[in-house]
């Protein structure tokens, strides 16, 4: 079979890169949703919202072992070097090796513009955190990196692996860091929600940014799988 008949053949598997501009539109919206939230935060004064202080209020009171551990080891996971440097490395090493190379670049570039936003947001608004908190943590309450962290890893796993599954453990692992930020008393509910649509808007922008890209991939991954096929088919058995 010559190549423009694999080519044909391979049409039909390319990324879709039809949604790619409502990704980007999404994006826009929900890192401009964030920075409003920052900014209504800002504005009011330092007292945190009425929810914020009820969220945080249901666990004031000694926290419980069990979850108290588990609180801990999402800090752990979720932030610092693990997450920062060996989650994305690890990551985007897996997809390289799958030959999904800019697949591993766009998740690299999302984890590191996810971070940068958080950083610029954290110092533009400066909100503290809430007084009781139970660990030590950096300069800036609004939004949780953590959060948008995680809500990036899941947005982009559900980019790349577009299965019912992956969204459900994404949103699932979002909620859990984002439960285990405010029962830490590290940040008010709002700022969970801050990081939230910073992550998933900075990893649907830059989905958008890599489609293209990334459906090289794709196309070179289904040629050969084509070409597979078609030698495996051509042998005698």
């Excluded at 990324?15 to 800002?42: H, K, M």
């Excluded at 690890?90 to 940068?116: D, H, Q």
């Excluded at 809430?130 to 559900?158: C, K, Q, R």
């Excluded at 293209?212 to 058995?237: C, G, H, M, Q, Y």
Aim: charged residues 15%; positive net charge; contains cysteine.
């Amino acid at each position: 079979m010559d190549d423009r008949a694999i080519n044909d053949r391979a049409v039909e598997f390319v990324l879709d890169t039809r949604p790619q501009r409502f990704r980007a539109v999404v994006g826009v919206v929900l890192i401009a949703l964030a920075c409003a939230l920052g900014a209504w935060v800002y504005f009011r004064g330092p007292s945190p919202f009425a929810v914020d202080v009820w969220w945080n209020q249901l666990f004031a009171a000694a926290p419980s072992q069990p979850v108290f551990v588990f609180a801990i080891v999402m800090d752990t996971v979720g932030g610092h070097l693990t997450a920062v440097l060996i989650v994305p490395l690890l990551g985007a090493l897996a997809l390289f090796l799958s030959r999904r190379r800019w697949s591993a670049v766009y998740f690299l570039a999302a984890s590191v513009g996810s971070a940068l936003l958080v950083q610029v947001v954290k110092h533009t608004f400066g909100r503290a955190r809430p007084e009781d908190i139970l660990i030590l943590s950096d300069y800036g309450s609004f939004p949780s990196g953590h959060t948008a962290n995680a809500a990036t890893i899941a947005v982009v796993a559900a980019v790349l692996f577009p299965h019912l599954w992956v969204r459900i453990v994404g949103v699932a692992w979002v909620v859990l860091m984002a439960f285990s930020r405010t029962y830490l008393h590290a940040h008010w509910l709002s700022d969970t929600v801050g990081g939230a649509l910073i992550g998933a808007g900075a990893a649907f922008v830059l989905a958008a940014a890599f489609s293209r890209l990334r459906a090289r991939d794709e196309d070179r991954l289904t040629i050969r799988r084509v070409r597979k096929t078609d030698t495996e088919a051509a042998t005698p058995s």
